[in-house]
């Protein structure tokens, strides 16, 4: 799950390495910092595990007054 | 003893509170009975006429700051008290807590300068009435108290911040000139709609003795105590 700031909300901490990144040399325009939770979980339907996923951002990993989420299933489940 | 005189304040202890003891002193200094009152219980104790969630760093602020301590079992009961109408104060991580379980309005973040910030603050009491202000007179006025945060900036989008200015639930803001964090419209505190939660990240229970640099906090805490002595 890929928890970041909404667009338009003020994120201090992508404004930094924004600026680290330039003072480096790098041409940036804009840096966001966002969180990567990743989760094993027990069941194998997927329907069931995004149902779980989606819960587990709205009550918990995501304030939504300032943050978005994504979902992402990998390519591979290991067995 | 709590009773009449002194009302039973109930401080809400999670992992990681750290200003918990502070904040049972000053309301016991305010004239309150105080006690601390740890995260897994279920209920808060009998007779209780207010709760204070004090500052800390409740569960190492993992993840965002009170988002994990909004869980607590003793939540369940802070929540049945303030919707029954009884007061809750949240100070700085307690003011985090209060807003990540939908208690009070908008969000704390990171201070914009990125950095720890403690120290004092001038402070504008808005006009009107609340319990926790009621020392300060209807008139509003000024404080002096100490903030120290990492987290303090206070966000609403625009529309949350109209509606709460129109209802005048922005009890306090930094001066003008003050801002120490980057919080939208200045604000340091909000109360809910019916005014019986309130939240604020400056620390008035650092500020209640002249011999550590004022007693300006004894107005927020003693309005609270006055308050929690009449619902008593």
């Known amino acids: 799950m890929l928890v970041r700031p909404k667009p338009g909300i ?3 901490q992508g404004q930094a390495v924004e600026s680290s990144l330039r003072h480096l040399g790098f041409a940036v325009e804009g840096a966001r910092v966002g969180r990567l939770v990743d989760v094993e979980l027990t069941t194998d339907d997927p329907v069931e595990a995004r149902a779980a996923l989606e819960r587990m951002c709205e009550q918990l990993l995501a304030n939504p007054l300032i943050e ?4 992402e299933f990998p390519e591979h489940t290991s067995p | 003893m709590s009773g009449p005189d002194r009302p039973l304040v109930a401080v809400v202890v999670f992992p990681g509170s750290n200003d918990d003891r502070d904040a049972q002193q000053a309301l016991e200094l305010l004239g309150a009975s ?3 009152v740890w995260h897994e219980e279920q209920q808060l104790p009998p007779a209780t006429a207010a709760v204070v969630l004090p500052g800390g760093f409740s569960f190492g602020d993992y993840l965002r700051c009170g988002a994990i301590a909004r ?3 003793v939540m369940s009961a802070v929540r049945a ?5 009884g007061l809750v104060l949240g100070i700085c991580n307690g003011f985090q807590v209060l807003t990540e379980a939908g208690l009070l309005p908008g969000v704390l973040r990171p201070n914009r300068s990125l950095t720890f910030i403690c120290r004092e603050t001038q402070l504008t009491v808005a006009p009107g009435e609340s319990p926790f202000t009621t020392r300060c007179g209807s008139g509003g006025g000024t404080l002096t108290i100490p903030v120290k945060n990492g987290e303090g900036c206070w966000y609403a989008d625009d529309e949350l911040l109209a509606e709460l200015e129109a209802a005048g639930r922005i009890l306090l803001r930094y001066a003008p000139g003050e801002n120490p964090n980057g919080s ?3 604000v340091a505190g909000v109360a809910n709609a019916d005014r019986n939660v309130f939240g604020l990240m400056p620390h008035p229970e650092h500020a209640v003795d002249p011999l550590l640099g004022g007693t300006d906090g ?3 805490l003693g309005s609270l105590v006055d308050a929690a002595r009449a619902a008593a």
């Open chain 2, 218 to 220: 004894a107005a927020i």
């Open chain 2, 184 to 186: 939208v419209a200045d």
């Open chain 2, 81 to 85: 008290f303030a919707a029954d109408g």
């Open chain 1, 68 to 71: 978005g989420y994504e979902i």
């Open chain 1, 10 to 12: 003020l994120d201090p």
């Open chain 2, 34 to 36: 105080a006690v601390r």
């Open chain 2, 71 to 73: 869980f607590s079992p």
